[in-house]
Every structure is written in C-alpha cells, then in structure tokens.
C-alpha cells in the first residue's frame, strides 16, 4: 500500500516556466513533509521541509504548499532552471519515527 | 563532519551470485535504512535497522538481507542474484526520530546483474 502518492512522474518545463509537483498522504499521523532532490549520480537530499501547521513554506525558488483538510501538499518551483533538471521526492514522517515514507519520485527536465 | 559511505559504488555480478553491500553512516547516527532504486518504482524501502536490531522491513524476498554493527555500520546481502535485482541501492542514516530531522542518504550502489 503506497502512503505517499506522487504525481506526475515527470515534468517538462521550459526555463522561466513554473514547476509544480503533487503529493497526497493517507496516514494522518505524519506530521513533517519533506522534498529531497536528487542529481544523478547522487543520493537525494534534503531540499525544503514542512510541518502540517503551516499551510506554505517558501526558501528562494521552491516553495511548499500545504492542505491539511485534504491531505495533500505540492512543490512549486518558480523561474524554473536547467540546473533545477534533477528527480523529486515527497517524503512523509511522523514523529515517533526515524525513517520517512517516500512518493514514486519525478522526474524533472527544465529547457532552456 | 563524513556523510553516509557506501562501498562499492558499481558493481557487476552473475545471477545466482549473492553480493554484500556496506553502508557507513553519519557518526553517531544509530539509524540506518536501506532502499532499492529502480526507474518508475521510486525508493523502494528495503529495512531498517537501528542499535544492530532490525525494526522495521519493506516487502521483499528473503534474499534480501542486512545487518547492522555496534558501530552502526551496515551491511546489506542479496542471495541469489536476479535480474530484476538490478538497482541503484541506497542508504540512508538518521540520528533523532524528532519532528525535522532527516535522513541523509550515500550516494549508493549500482548493481547490474547479467
């Protein structure tokens, strides 16, 4: 059973443009949501993180948006960059636990 | 401060072969978890293991197999090799279960099988 569900599973984006990738979560006891970006070659990292009694949180470019009621959340990566062409993972916690559920990842490709 | 070590880097084996992943993690970090990578699968969770204890497992066959070290270093087995076993591995530490604290992955293992 997939408790984080991740859509798309890929994105083409022209440089400039704004890149927006889903999240949705079953299990209402995760209570901290974060993105990890991943180059290839590379393992993921942390890239921005939210916890449910935000509804956004914004650093730079990337910014998370959260829906508690629906339980989903979304990441909005503005002035999109080729340098920004990497896969995204939405991940899922909650606090009695080390270790995050993870989404299917995206696959993002920015042109320039 | 080292981030999370994983030896080797690529690897090639034979189906049938059995292969030993390692994974050093953050100093004092106690948790160590496994995932297998695949092209449209996403990170798919292999095991957990924190204080040399198994505590959580993801839903694969017991070829897949891992352990943990008093120093917290890992190591992970797969028996048997398949072809479909051929995946980027990945691990990744944790040091607190708290609200905000993450997990720092290593920059994995490629395995081909042929």
């Known amino acids: 059973q997939q408790q984080v569900k991740q859509s798309p599973q890929s994105l083409i984006v022209q440089k400039g443009g704004i890149s927006i990738i889903n999240c949705a979560y079953e299990?209402?006891?995760?209570?901290?949501f974060p993105w990890y970006q991943q180059f290839p070659g590379k393992g993921p990292a942390l890239l921005i993180a939210?916890?449910?009694?935000?509804s956004e949180k914004k650093e730079g470019r990337f910014t998370i948006s959260f829906n508690k009621s629906a339980k989903q959340f979304s990441l909005h990566i503005m002035d999109s960059q080729p340098g920004d062409s990497a896969t995204y993972f939405c991940?899922?916690?909650?606090?009695?636990?080390?270790?995050?559920?993870f989404g299917r990842g995206t696959s993002l490709i920015v042109h320039p | 401060k080292a981030g999370v070590t994983q030896t080797p880097r690529y690897l090639i084996k034979t189906r049938g072969q059995q292969v030993t992943l390692s994974c050093s993690p953050i100093?004092?970090?106690?948790?160590v978890s496994w995932y297998q990578q695949t092209p449209g699968q996403g990170l798919q969770f292999l095991f957990e293991y924190f204080s040399e204890t198994q505590r959580n497992k993801g839903n694969f066959p017991g070829r897949f197999s891992g352990r943990q070290f008093s120093n917290s270093r890992s190591e992970m087995n797969v028996s048997t090799l398949e072809l479909g076993d051929s995946a980027l591995y990945l691990c990744?530490?944790?040091?607190?279960?708290?609200?905000?604290?993450?997990?720092?992955f290593g920059q994995g293992t490629r395995l081909t099988v042929v």
């Open positions: 299990n209402t006891a995760f209570d901290y």
């Open positions: 990744a530490s944790s040091g607190n279960r708290g609200w905000g604290t993450e997990a720092f």
């Open positions: 991940a899922a916690k909650s606090g009695g636990s080390y270790i995050p559920t």
């Open positions: 100093s004092g970090h106690r948790s």
């Open positions: 939210i916890r449910p009694d935000v």
